[in-house]
């Protein structure tokens, strides 16, 4: 796919919508065990500017439901939709507002950039700015961007869930693996 218009024609936006192939995850760690629950219901929209160097449009905003994350284990999954408030916060939204590439790179019909996100995370109605890494593979009609970073419980007043009287580490580390098709 040429990422240039052609001559004289006004360029479109180009929009990529996230699919079930899409992955957020989330791991805790007790020290008896940890512990990772999967969502493949990654929402979101993003949109790029074409040129010679597509540019990405802000803010993007990624969300994804708390009860779609599968852990395993029914009893932890209930368990955590009751410690995130999810009947009354039902998501997870994520919302970069400024984006920093570190490394750009366009060779015929793909590109790819990594860096840092800006933006903020809202969980069970709290919102706290956050940093992310970022990398992206755009080909033809396929983007690929994939982006890890960690929070703490109690950055979000969120109460640790107990096992045998021990909480869960305040750390929970995010990783995103995001599949959008125009």
């Known amino acids: 796919m040429a990422l240039t218009p052609g001559a004289g024609l006004a360029a479109e936006p180009l929009r990529y919508s996230f699919g079930p192939e899409s992955t957020v995850s989330y791991r805790v760690t007790h020290p008896l065990h940890g512990a ?82 800006q933006g903020v995370l ?24 994939s982006s890890r970073f960690s929070i703490l419980l109690s950055d979000y007043g969120i109460e640790r869930p107990s096992l045998l009287f021990r909480p869960i580490d305040d750390r929970v580390d995010l990783e995103i693996t995001g599949l959008a098709q125009r």
């Open 36 to 117: 990772t629950g999967v969502s493949h219901r990654l929402k979101g929209t993003v949109t790029l500017a074409p040129g010679p160097s597509p540019e990405l449009v802000l803010p993007v905003r990624l969300a994804v439901p708390l009860a779609s994350f599968d852990s395993g284990n029914r009893n932890r999954d209930r368990n955590m939709l009751s410690v995130m408030s999810a009947s009354r916060y039902p998501e997870a939204v994520l919302t970069l507002e400024a984006v920093t590439w570190n490394a750009r790179q366009n060779t015929g019909d793909q590109s790819s950039a990594e860096g840092t996100g």
């Open 122 to 145: 809202s969980l069970k109605g709290v919102l706290r700015p956050i940093t992310v890494s970022l990398s992206g593979n755009l080909r033809a009609d396929r983007l690929l961007v």
